[in-house]
């Protein structure tokens, strides 16, 4: 879980990094990263609440993590206008149920949100996929009502679960294998008909890849997620290939990076040859204190 989290973190701070002039995607990829320090965005800061939810409670209690996203976000973390609205009622005492449900006109959210937070809980439920559906569902509901923005962070959260497994086993599945044990569990919508275009696609360039699934620019979860995991399946014992990705992929680069990153670090780790540098680690904002 914790190399999940700071496979999340690292991949979220330098995404953030290329909305910046001057920076270089060819120079990464040569080993000249941009100078550090690398501030990490929203995708971070919840997902850290998610992880100390589970080191000290070993579940999700919705309501406790509502008052814990609540009370810790910064809005110039750069939260989306929607979540920002309904952290604020959380804050004066609000119920997350109904400010939840009522958000984009009683639709609820479909945002990549949820999904850019949860990559860690999969890997905590490493041994239970059923919990870790379950348990993705209850961290996405306090901000994401719509359906679609839930299943984007159930598909995530089995994509995590799935490379912690692989780590465990050291078996790691197909591209294809991989993609199908995502996309089968999860509920008829349009981010799960993406996650079975995006293993259609395996084998793709990444511009064809961006052109049928998306890059996250719309901020939703049909338009984010399906895209993050194809680039996790293609890239999944290779974490600084799969953050170049996303980076080339342009779109909500810092939140790709994150989704991505809390995957395949899962599998990966941080010590290896092929997991997150070292040198990316050390550049990245040091995590909230308050995690520790």
């Known amino acids: 879980m914790l190399d999940s989290l700071d496979g999340l973190s690292v991949g979220d701070a330098l995404g953030a990094q290329f909305f910046i002039m001057g920076r270089s995607l060819p120079g990464l990829r040569a080993g000249n990263p941009p100078p550090g320090p690398w501030d990490w965005t929203d995708d971070t800061e919840m997902a850290c609440s998610v992880v100390a939810e589970l080191r000290r409670h070993q579940s999700i209690d919705p309501d406790r993590l509502a008052r814990g996203f609540a009370r810790r976000f910064s809005p110039e973390r750069d939260y989306g206008h929607a979540t920002v609205t309904t952290l604020r009622r959380i804050r004066e005492g609000k119920n997350w149920r109904e400010t939840a449900a009522t958000a984009f006109d009683g639709h609820g959210s479909c945002g990549n949100g949820a999904a850019m937070r949860v990559a860690p809980l999969g890997a905590f439920y490493v041994d239970d996929p059923q919990r870790a559906v379950t348990e993705a569902i209850r961290t996405a509901r306090i901000t994401h009502a719509h359906p679609e923005g839930v299943i984007g962070a159930v598909a995530v959260a089995l994509a995590a679960r799935q490379a912690a497994h692989a780590r465990r086993t050291r078996n790691p599945p197909t591209p ?40 996250g620019s719309r901020v939703t979860a049909q338009d984010t997620v399906p895209f993050a995991l194809w680039a ?61």
Do not use: K
């Not at 044990?181 to 360039?205: H, I, K, N």
């Not at 990076?257 to 599998?267: E, K, L």
């Open 176 to 215: 294809t294998e991989f993609l199908t044990a995502v996309a089968d569990p999860l509920e008829p919508g349009r981010t799960t008909f993406g996650v079975r275009r995006a293993r259609d696609l395996l084998g793709a360039t990444l511009a064809e890849a961006v052109h049928e699934l998306g890059n």
């Open 232 to 292: 996790a399946a293609t890239h999944f014992d290779d974490y600084p290939a799969a953050i170049a990705a996303c980076i080339e992929a342009d779109g909500d680069i810092d939140t790709t990076s994150a989704i991505v990153g809390g995957i395949v670090a899962a599998h990966t780790g941080t010590a290896s040859r092929t997991g997150v540098p070292e040198a990316w680690l050390t550049a990245r904002e040091p995590l909230p204190p308050w995690l520790s």
